[in-house]
């Protein structure tokens, strides 16, 4: 069975860093690019980083360059997500999805505020 459960959410005041993680089992993880998303309240799910399976390629939308770096640890499946300097505009639901899969975890919630 497919599974992917991400981890690390928290509440955090606006400069603040967290780190998230996804972990995974049931399917070959290093053959397999990696995406995070995230989804605030009323609003779209929008991709925010990737690492691929291949030489560890990362992109990373503009909202969060610069801030966050996502990583892998393929003897672990497992993801992260480091996130720093963290805004208030960064509270949502994170949400890490395999390429090329209809998998997908249950999120983790982080807050910014004070």
């Known amino acids: 069975q497919v599974k992917i459960v991400e981890s690390g959410g928290g509440l955090v005041q606006p400069g603040g860093s967290l780190t998230l993680s996804c972990t995974a089992s049931g399917y070959p993880f290093s053959d397999f690019a990696m995406a995070w998303y995230r989804q605030a309240p009323g609003k779209e799910r929008v991709e925010i980083a990737t690492i691929g399976a291949i030489r560890d390629l990362q992109t990373y939308d503009e909202s969060v360059k610069g801030r966050f770096t996502v990583s892998r640890d393929n003897a672990k499946n497992t993801a992260y997500l480091q996130m720093n300097n963290l805004e208030p505009e960064d509270t949502a639901v994170y949400l890490c999805?395999?390429?090329?899969?209809?998998?997908w975890g249950q999120g983790t919630q982080v807050s910014v505020s004070e």
């Open positions: 999805h395999p390429r090329q899969t209809n998998v």
